[in-house]
């Protein structure tokens, strides 16, 4: 329960400031800064990272089966330390360079990682793509860099989810 209050705290203290500052019009300058440091906090709080919690189930040599909040796949571990049954914060990567042709438009709206004849799909949103084909995704709270042959018709799919099939997938443990 405590947690639940601290993670909604800053939302219900500024809600309150704005509430006492219509009543209190002379305190408006404290109460805006104050409202600002709580907006900061906020934008902290729900900031995207680069690092993705996932639970391992197994371990076969280098090769983790992992879940986390939008699906099940598999990967290989990329750490000096061998993974236990926990969680983790890793990084994960993608290597390979794809092209335009690699990617499929997604009808829904979400995030998903899955198994599929072996090979690992995952529906991801492109956030942002640069002329040297570097293309940044966000999946859930984490973001994913994959390179890819440039290819215009990428800026046409900016803020759309999209899925692809990878091989292989890279992951790093960040726990250290």
Request: net charge negative; proline share 2%; aromatic share 14%.
């Amino acid at each position: 329960m405590v947690v639940g209050f601290l993670a909604t705290a800053p939302v219900a203290v500024r809600w309150w400031l704005d509430q006492y500052r219509q009543r209190q019009p002379r305190l408006n300058d404290s109460a805006n800064v104050v409202i600002e440091y709580l907006n900061t906090l906020l934008i902290i709080k729900n900031e995207v990272t680069d690092k993705m919690k996932i639970y391992v189930e197994k371990v076969l040599d280098e090769v983790v089966y992992f879940s986390t909040d939008y699906g099940n796949a598999k990967g290989i571990w990329k750490g000096n330390n061998r993974p236990i049954d926990k969680v983790y914060y890793v990084e994960m990567d993608i290597d390979m360079l794809c092209d335009y042709e690699s990617f499929v438009l997604c009808d829904t709206k979400e995030y998903h990682i899955e198994m599929v004849d072996g090979n690992i799909q995952i529906t991801l949103l492109l956030l942002e793509y640069e002329e040297d084909g570097c293309a940044t995704f966000q999946f859930g709270d984490t973001i994913i860099e994959i390179e890819t042959n440039f290819d215009e018709r990428f800026y046409a799919l900016k803020n759309c989810y999209l899925t692809i099939n990878v091989e292989k997938l890279n992951i790093y443990d960040e726990n250290l």
